[in-house]
Nanobody, 128 residues
Framework: QVQLVESGGDSRQAGESLRLSCAVSQSTFSGYRMTWFRQAHGDEREAIAT???????MYAGSVKDRFTISQDNPKNTLYLLMNNLKPEDTAMYYC??????????????????????WGQGTQVTVSS
C-alpha cells in the first residue's frame, strides 16, 4: 500500500520562499504520476504541479514560473519549491499519486478522480 506524508508547511510573508516535501513509502515514481494539490478554506482542491518519470513537469497558471516540482528518487521524496509566495497561496497542500498502469494519468491531470493515494496535507499560510 502506497503511503504519502507531507511536511514543511509553515507561515511566511509575501515574497518569501518555502519548500514542501512528500515522503513516499516505496519507489512509485516510475509507475505513478505525482501531483501537488492545494485547497483554500471553503474552496475545492486545485491541482498546481505534476510530474512523472517520462514527461516534463506541468503547472497550473497560478503558480507557473514561481513553483518548481521535483523528485529525489533515492530518497523516495517529492518536493515543491515555492518562490515569491503570495497571500493567495495560503491553503492546505496535498501530494497525490495516480496509478499510471490503470489510468491515463496525463490526461486531465488536474482532476481529482484518478488519484487513489493522498497525503494528510500540510498548511501553508502567507501574510501580506
Amino acid at each position: 500500500q502506497v503511503q504519502l506524508v507531507e511536511s514543511g508547511g509553515d507561515s511566511r510573508q509575501a515574497g518569501e520562499s518555502l519548500r514542501l516535501s512528500c515522503a513516499v513509502s516505496q519507489s512509485t515514481f516510475s509507475g505513478y504520476r505525482m501531483t501537488w494539490f492545494r485547497q483554500a478554506h471553503g474552496d475545492e482542491r486545485e491541482a498546481i504541479a505534476t510530474i512523472d518519470a517520462i514527461g516534463p513537469p506541468m503547472y497550473a497558471g497560478s503558480v507557473k514560473d514561481r513553483f518548481t516540482i521535483s523528485q529525489d528518487n533515492p530518497k523516495n521524496t517529492l518536493y515543491l519549491l515555492m518562490n515569491n509566495l503570495k497571500p493567495e497561496d495560503t491553503a492546505m497542500y496535498y501530494c497525490a499519486a495516480c496509478d499510471a498502469r490503470r489510468y491515463w494519468c496525463d490526461v486531465g491531470w488536474e482532476g481529482e478522480s484518478k488519484y487513489g493515494y493522498w497525503g494528510q496535507g500540510t498548511q501553508v499560510t502567507v501574510s501580506s
